[in-house]
């Protein structure tokens, strides 16, 4: 079954600092890897695909595949990155859909 | 371009009452996905639609849920009758195709039971 765990549901780091949301999945084949952002009152939006394996705002994520993971980072975290962060899975055989994590609220402190 | 537009914003209603959220995809786009999003969780999908079909309602709760996309264009999601548990923020997403396009998401309706 996919699954997807986002152990912290709460990170916080200093303006500056670098920051890691961590994500761990379950699937049987290969996935496709998402991050979704969401900031204060804004829709839920596409970050990055590890498809892509681009840079967005600064934050890169890779996937690792022994170890089942799609960490996301950022080597200097800033005030406008605090928001609700979802990790995500798509399975080559779920037609589309996602499987959501439960989310990482970050917040950047000045 | 436009982003998906989903109504009302927010709801409240009482216990077994009905209640329906409407979607109007991006123009173009064939796949139509409602997700449930209940608080501290990440969205799980209900229901998903290529053009006017349903590809995938396997979580649906469909002794009350029910969603239609008659035209292939809007799509309503009726809960009948709601319960508690229902309260929850309803998201409504669209992509061009099913598959490896992007998917775009609505800004949600909270929907609160009492």
């Known amino acids: 079954a996919q699954r997807v765990t986002q152990p912290e549901k709460l990170l916080s780091v200093f303006k500056g600092a670098p920051v890691e949301l961590k994500c761990n999945y379950s699937y049987s084949g290969s996935p496709e890897l998402f991050w979704y952002v969401q900031y204060s009152r804004q829709r839920l939006q596409l970050l990055l695909r590890h498809i892509s394996r681009e840079s967005i705002k600064g934050f890169t994520a890779d996937l690792n595949k022994g170890e089942t993971s799609f960490h996301l980072k950022k080597p200097f975290a800033q005030e406008e990155d605090s928001a609700m962060y979802y990790c995500a899975l798509r399975g080559g055989s779920t037609l589309g859909r996602l499987y959501f994590g439960r989310g990482t609220q970050l917040t950047v402190w000045p | 371009e436009a982003g998906v537009a989903q109504s009302p914003r927010y709801k409240i209603i009482e216990k077994r009452q009905s209640v329906a959220f409407w979607c109007n995809p991006i123009?173009?786009?064939?796949?139509l996905y409602w997700y449930q999003q209940i608080l501290g969780q990440g969205p799980k999908l209900l229901i998903q639609f290529q053009n006017n079909g349903v590809v995938d309602d396997s979580q649906l709760p469909k002794d009350r849920f029910s969603a239609e996309r008659l035209k292939g264009v809007d799509s309503t999601l009726k809960i009948q009758p709601a319960k508690l548990e229902d309260s929850a923020v309803y998201l409504c997403?669209?992509?061009?195709?099913?598959?490896?396009?992007?998917?775009?998401f609505g800004q949600g309706t909270r929907l609160t039971v009492v």
């Open positions: 123009s173009g786009h064939a796949t």
């Open positions: 997403a669209s992509s061009l195709v099913q598959g490896n396009t992007e998917a775009f």
